[in-house]
């Protein structure tokens, strides 16, 4: 079993064999291995050959985007060096590093800030994108209603409703959640509602017919079978989140990312805003890690125990 | 005498011009093992539904140990066509279902299921996943599921027919063992007539769709009943005798798909 969760974490290939090698163990042990006795031959050369394909597919995994970053990253360096760029134009990686650890300090203060706000926002698109996505799938007429308008509204490019958030909500805390619950909730909402519409109907007939109530067929069949597609739409909402903080600090605050990056491109340090562009990624990055690892404790069955 | 486990009469139904029961008579004796043997697409599966209450009968009235179920879910134990099982709960979960739903907290139902599942050989999987097991055991999971549900009606819906001959006659030893211990009252779907004459005290044949009751054959041999009844002389000639019937049926409208 380990072996077969270490094959899924490294590839789907390696999963799709490592799960059919499980089929085949049970088959085995319960029909005296008499139901597809020649398939179970195949298999055996499969388990063989499957941790050489894992392995093939781990470098590809990993290794393969790993090197094309580093080579990235070095012909930068090569470039800049080479060509004597002016550092404020375009500086080198060793020179955005250097920046980075002489402004650790003011760095990791604006981090936090702009963690605080991205998950505050990411919380509130949760809560407000999920509600969303439950009363649209249990009130039909409402759902027919506003899903087209929802919709719609996605081409209100947000950046340009944040002057009129300030306004109305003033500098505070307040109108930037606002914006990031703005860019966050669509994706959350729509796979949800398309997960909870399309769990299976048989399954629905079976709970209907053994005397399933509305709340028990929404609690134990579409609320579960929408998981899978709920976490799609919160991992992209995720992502969106800190780039979403980011323009909200834009619009104006005292501190985090967006605002460090404003001071850096008056005062003319390139090199700061590259810092600042790779601490985001990594934040962005460590958000989505957490919904991932999340995922994997609430998902279960379908392919993953 | 105790109230038949399920009484049918004149049951009709259609979905908009498609006529697919026309006028069903059916009776399942207290603690009987009926079965009913049609062509697919005759509307057996529609039967199913309109005595778990899922659909409304045009005409007709339906009736579960005497009283009328006429659109009320919840008083069957039901095996559907396909398994049906939840995909993110482990086996043992799924097995306690119905009874989970008719309000039996998951926990007091856990030894009962435990002990359903061994005897099922699927002791070693009570907290394996669905999709870890073969065809035949998810059959007998969803099974189970049915047979735990608190409902002494149990209806089955075609529920080896997605197996091999050989799984199949396993399947069958292995009902008529459990069917045997409790002797439960069970509607049975098949189109498969060896294995309805195997099993049943009664089969009730099918015309094409719309469906009426062809003919109701006694099937007579003792129990228990091993798998050598399909040997006997009388088993052969029921057999010869219900595939003459389906066959030489005149057809009638569109062909059954
Ligand atoms: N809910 C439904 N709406 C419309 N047509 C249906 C519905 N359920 C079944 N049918 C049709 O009724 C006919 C009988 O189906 P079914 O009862 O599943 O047959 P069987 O189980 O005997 O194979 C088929 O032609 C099928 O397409
Ligand atoms: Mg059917």
Redesign the pocket.
């Known amino acids: 079993m380990s072996e077969s969760s270490q094959t899924h974490e490294a590839a789907g290939r390696g999963r799709v064999s490592g799960k059919r090698g499980l089929v085949t163990d049970v088959r085995r042990e319960v029909d005296g291995g008499r139901e597809e006795t020649a398939k179970t031959q195949r298999e055996v050369g499969v388990a063989e050959t499957r941790r050489g394909v894992a392995t093939g597919a781990a470098v590809r995994r990993w290794l393969a985007p790993g090197a094309a970053v580093v080579l990235l990253i070095a012909g930068w360096q090569a470039f800049t060096t080479l060509s004597g760029t002016d550092a404020w134009l375009l500086p080198s990686p060793a020179d955005a590093l250097a920046a980075g650890r002489e402004d650790r300090a003011a760095l990791l203060t604006n981090t936090a800030a702009t963690a605080k706000l991205a998950l505050a926002g990411l919380g509130a698109a949760v809560v407000i994108g999920l509600a969303l996505a439950v009363v649209l799938h249990l009130v039909p007429l409402l759902g027919s209603a506003l899903y087209p308008l929802l919709v719609v509204s996605q081409n209100i490019p947000t950046v340009a409703l944040a002057p009129l958030l300030v306004v109305w909500l003033g500098f505070g805390m307040l109108p930037k959640v606002v914006v990031i619950v703005l860019v966050c909730f669509f994706p959350l909402t729509v796979a949800t509602l398309d997960g909870l519409r399309r769990s299976d109907p048989v399954i629905a007939d079976y709970l209907l017919m053994s005397g399933a109530s509305r709340g028990q067929l929404f609690r134990k069949l579409e609320l579960p079978a929408a998981l899978p597609p709920m976490f799609s739409g919160l991992k992209i909402a995720a992502t969106y989140s800190v780039v979403g903080a980011i323009i909200a600090e834009w619009m104006g605050a005292d501190q985090g990312l967006g605002k460090y990056m404003i001071v850096a491109k008056s005062a003319f340090r390139a090199d700061k805003i590259f810092v600042a562009i790779a601490v985001t990624v990594v934040l962005s990055l460590t958000v989505l890690g957490v919904v991932l690892l999340l995922e994997r404790v609430m998902v279960k069955g379908r392919g993953r125990a | 005498m105790p109230e038949n486990a399920l009484e049918v009469a004149g049951l009709r139904k259609s ?2 011009s ?1 006529d ?1 029961l026309d006028g069903i008579d059916l009776t399942v004796g207290d603690g009987e093992f009926v079965s009913v043997v ?1 062509p ?8 199913f ?1 309109l005595v778990g209450g899922l ?1 409304q009968p045009d005409a007709g009235s339906i009736r579960i140990a005497g009283q009328d179920a006429v659109g009320k879910r919840g008083r069957i134990g039901y095996m559907p ?1 396909q398994p049906a099982l939840l995909p993110w709960r482990t086996v043992e979960d799924n097995v306690v279902l119905a009874r989970e739903l008719a309000g039996t907290p998951r926990r007091k139902s856990r030894a009962v299921a435990r002990d359903w599942l061994d005897r099922a050989g699927l002791g070693g999987f009570a907290q394996a996943y669905p999709d870890a097991l073969s065809g035949g055991m998810r059959q007998r999971v969803a099974f189970l599921r049915a047979l735990l549900s608190d409902n002494p009606l149990l209806c089955l ?1 075609e529920p080896f027919s997605a197996l091999d001959a050989m799984l199949r006659a396993d399947m069958h030893r292995w009902l008529l063992g459990i069917w045997e211990e409790n002797r439960r009252s069970v509607l049975f ?1 098949t189109h498969n007539i060896e294995e309805a004459l195997l099993l049943s005290s009664t089969v009730y044949v099918f015309t094409r ?1 719309p469906a009426r009751v062809l003919e109701r054959v006694e099937v007579p041999f003792a129990r228990p009943r091993s798998d050598e009844a399909v040997d006997d002389p009388e088993f052969v000639r029921l057999r010869r005798h219900i595939t003459d019937l389906l066959k030489t049926e005149p057809l009638k409208g569109p062909l059954a ?1």
């Open positions: 979905f908009g498609l697919v049609g697919s697409g005759s509307g057996k599966s529609t039967l539904h659909l066509q819906d779907v769709r798909q």
